[in-house]
Structures are given as C-alpha cells and as structure tokens.
C-alpha cells in the first residue's frame, strides 16, 4: 500500500525530451522513498546502479537483477567487439553473448562519434529496461523501475561533447599504444 502513495507522487517519466531538464532529482526521490518504503526496499534501491559490479550481492529483486544481468552482458560485448577490432585478446569467461546484443555493440562501436555512440547505447538501455517494466505499477519492482529509469535520464543530461570527446581519445590512444592507465599517470 505505500508504494501506491510513493508512486502517486512521483512525475511521469515517459516522453520526456532529450533536452527538456528531469522532473525530479535522484536527492528528491531518495527522500520521497524514505518516508514510505522499507528498510529493506530502501536497501535495496540505494544499491541500484547503471554500472553494476561484477560480483555484486544478488538483489531480491528479479528486475534488478535482469537489469545487471543486461548491462554486464552488453559492457561484455562491447569489450569483445572493440578487442576484436583492434585485434587484442578479450576473455569473457564462459558467458554466451546473445547475437543480438553483440550486434547493438557493433553498431556502437562503428559510430565515429563518441557521444553519439553513447546516445546509442542509452537508447538502446532504455528501450532494454522497458522491457523490464513491471505490469503493477505499484509495486517494488517498479519503484526500482523507476530509480533505473530516472538514473538514465539524468545521465544523459551530464554529457558534454568537448570533454567527453578528449577523454575518449586520450583513453583510445592508450590503448592502441598498450599503455597501461597506471603508466601515463
């Protein structure tokens, strides 16, 4: 019943623009949460991540953990296929990458632009988390729905072209060169 009340107040984040500002902040969310959800779920909700460890804790959650399953495969793929194209060597263990998603990696990794390379990818997270998207609209797992929806947002509202495109080249050329982070520091 409290995620019924939490998530009446939370602003729709459907067809929101590319350049419109979010309606809400990860702060402000937070603290929507707090007042009405578990210790638990509260838990479990500041544990969620774009970038989910390797050997992160299993969630309770099967959303959360679908969408870790998800984005470790697609950052598996997308090291496989950038090794491949610079000829290197990438273990992925035993893990079977799905075609498709080798495919989107593909298509990411031949996008000249940096940028819009990650656009692509956010896109193709978004449309992956909706896939995700629990039927009862109030209940826990879209509360944490919600939380990766509004962190993906916010995400690509921090991209900045000028400083993005001189990371990705400085990082690129390390690694063309076989240099290692640690020896050009």
Do not use: H
């Amino acid at each position: 019943m409290a995620e019924y009340y939490l998530i009446s107040q939370l602003p729709c984040l459907d067809a929101i623009g590319e350049n419109m500002p979010a309606p809400i902040t990860e702060e402000r969310f937070s603290e929507l949460c707090s007042r009405f959800l578990g210790k638990k779920t509260l838990k479990e909700l500041n544990n969620l991540a774009l970038v989910p460890q390797i050997n992160c804790e299993k969630s309770s959650s099967a959303l959360v953990e679908a969408w870790n399953e998800g984005e470790r495969n697609l950052r598996l793929a997308l090291g496989k296929v950038r090794a491949e194209k610079m000829k290197k060597p990438f273990d992925i263990g035993n893990r079977c990458l799905p075609i498709g998603l080798v495919k989107v990696a593909s298509t990411a990794v031949e996008i000249e632009n940096p940028l819009e390379a990650e656009k692509f990818l956010d896109g193709y997270r978004m449309e992956f988390l909706e896939t995700l998207r629990p039927m009862d609209q109030f209940s826990e797992e879209f509360v944490f729905y919600y939380g990766l929806k509004l962190k993906l947002i916010l995400r690509t509202r921090q991209f900045d072209a000028a400083v993005g495109e001189a990371a990705y080249r400085y990082f690129y050329d390390s690694a063309l060169n076989s240099r290692r982070l640690e020896d050009i520091l």
